[in-house]
């Protein structure tokens, strides 16, 4: 019978809270103000070695997308973990599952990043059906070019069918601006809204909503049950021209929507976060029509504060001895 290996003790020079990333600015000081923090001040992420050591003995841990948080993590903590504060409001990086056997909080930062985020789904949708990622780099090549009837020509919003695919607090946010374009709105999602929630949005069975959107904003949160839930063959149900915004990798299938473009079934796509970040599919950076972003949909100062600022009142509240502000719930 082989001996467990012994769980490790928190040291007493370790401090209790480690930070992995460098956050926004003033927001680190709202935990070092009241405990003792370790932060990896960069902003690339821990290499995956460094963070399973720097995590040990550790009670809270401010995370990021980019941190894995599953069973061999929380073992290399050990059982003084109380908390994991993820600074997104997405948590596909954490095996839930995984914390409740453990007995480790798991909070996220929802609410603070809808403006931010809904904000940019309509600059991206703007950019695409008004083909602006192709004017830019027109100008910037130095080729000629020259005003024309015919030049580079988008596609008009009003009266067009808006579809969200996802109406959480992002889509509902969505959907709000479509009223400022004229747009009639529908959407789906696991559940039909109450009409003071759906603001005049109609719902739709998924593919009703694919096969009557001529924009398509994607908006649903990734989980088992949507990765990849827009493949080859959901894509094809959209009317012909028509325009996808991505808001959330791994929801649309970026290989799928890459050979869409390619054969001119969609008019043009954009796409704000992808599967396998940093990298970004070859296909879908050789298409014109896709106006390709890193990942910028919460980027604003006010809202990285705030978000930064909700893992650390999370943070707080469970080493205070109370319970998680924004827990994650199952
Ligand atoms: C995405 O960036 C998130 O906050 O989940």
């Given at each position: 019978m082989s001996t467990p290996p012994p769980a490790p003790s928190p040291s007493?020079?370790?401090?209790p809270v480690l930070v992995t990333r460098r956050l926004a600015p003033g927001v680190i000081e709202g935990l070092t103000a009241h405990h003792a923090v370790t932060c990896h001040d960069s902003d690339q992420a821990m290499d995956r070695a460094d963070l399973l050591a720097a995590v040990r003995g550790r009670r809270a841990v401010l995370t990021t997308l980019d941190d894995r948080v599953d069973g061999e993590f929380l073992d290399a903590a050990?059982?003084?973990?109380a908390i994991v504060a993820n600074h997104a409001v997405g948590h596909h990086n954490i095996d839930l599952a995984a914390c409740a056997e453990r007995g480790v909080l798991v909070s996220h930062t929802p609410g603070v990043l809808t403006t931010a985020t809904a904000d940019m789904a309509w600059a991206l949708l703007l950019a695409a059906t008004r083909r602006l990622g192709e004017g830019e780099r027109l100008l910037r090549s130095g080729r000629p070019w020259t005003w024309a009837p015919n030049f580079l020509l988008g596609l008009e919003l009003a009266g067009t069918p808006l579809g969200v695919l996802g109406m959480g607090r992002i889509g509902q946010a969505v959907a709000r601006r479509a009223r400022a374009f004229d747009m009639p709105v529908s959407y789906h999602n696991r559940r039909e809204l109450a009409p003071e929630q759906a603001d005049g949005a109609t719902w739709r069975p998924l593919e009703e909503l694919l096969a009557t959107s001529t924009v398509l904003v994607v908006t649903a949160p990734l989980s088992a049950a949507t990765r990849h839930l827009l493949d080859a063959r959901r894509l094809a149900l959209l009317p012909r021209g028509a325009v996808v915004v991505s808001m959330t990798a791994g929801v649309v299938d970026e290989e799928a929507l890459a050979a869409a473009l390619e054969s001119g079934a969609l008019f043009a796509a954009a796409v704000d976060?992808?599967?396998?970040?940093?990298a970004v599919p070859a296909a879908l950076l050789a298409q014109e029509r896709a106006v390709l972003a890193p990942h910028l949909g919460s980027a604003t100062v006010r809202t990285r504060q705030a978000m930064g600022g909700l893992a650390v009142d999370n943070i707080l509240a469970v080493l205070g001895g109370g319970a998680p502000v924004t827990p994650v719930t199952a």
């Amino acid at each position: 019978m082989s001996t467990p290996p012994p769980a490790p003790s928190p040291s007493p020079a370790q401090p209790p809270v480690l930070v992995t990333r460098r956050l926004a600015p003033g927001v680190i000081e709202g935990l070092t103000a009241h405990h003792a923090v370790t932060c990896h001040d960069s902003d690339q992420a821990m290499d995956r070695a460094d963070l399973l050591a720097a995590v040990r003995g550790r009670r809270a841990v401010l995370t990021t997308l980019d941190d894995r948080v599953d069973g061999e993590f929380l073992d290399a903590a050990g059982p003084g973990l109380a908390i994991v504060a993820n600074h997104a409001v997405g948590h596909h990086n954490i095996d839930l599952a995984a914390c409740a056997e453990r007995g480790v909080l798991v909070s996220h930062t929802p609410g603070v990043l809808t403006t931010a985020t809904a904000d940019m789904a309509w600059a991206l949708l703007l950019a695409a059906t008004r083909r602006l990622g192709e004017g830019e780099r027109l100008l910037r090549s130095g080729r000629p070019w020259t005003w024309a009837p015919n030049f580079l020509l988008g596609l008009e919003l009003a009266g067009t069918p808006l579809g969200v695919l996802g109406m959480g607090r992002i889509g509902q946010a969505v959907a709000r601006r479509a009223r400022a374009f004229d747009m009639p709105v529908s959407y789906h999602n696991r559940r039909e809204l109450a009409p003071e929630q759906a603001d005049g949005a109609t719902w739709r069975p998924l593919e009703e909503l694919l096969a009557t959107s001529t924009v398509l904003v994607v908006t649903a949160p990734l989980s088992a049950a949507t990765r990849h839930l827009l493949d080859a063959r959901r894509l094809a149900l959209l009317p012909r021209g028509a325009v996808v915004v991505s808001m959330t990798a791994g929801v649309v299938d970026e290989e799928a929507l890459a050979a869409a473009l390619e054969s001119g079934a969609l008019f043009a796509a954009a796409v704000d976060n992808f599967e396998h970040e940093p990298a970004v599919p070859a296909a879908l950076l050789a298409q014109e029509r896709a106006v390709l972003a890193p990942h910028l949909g919460s980027a604003t100062v006010r809202t990285r504060q705030a978000m930064g600022g909700l893992a650390v009142d999370n943070i707080l509240a469970v080493l205070g001895g109370g319970a998680p502000v924004t827990p994650v719930t199952a």
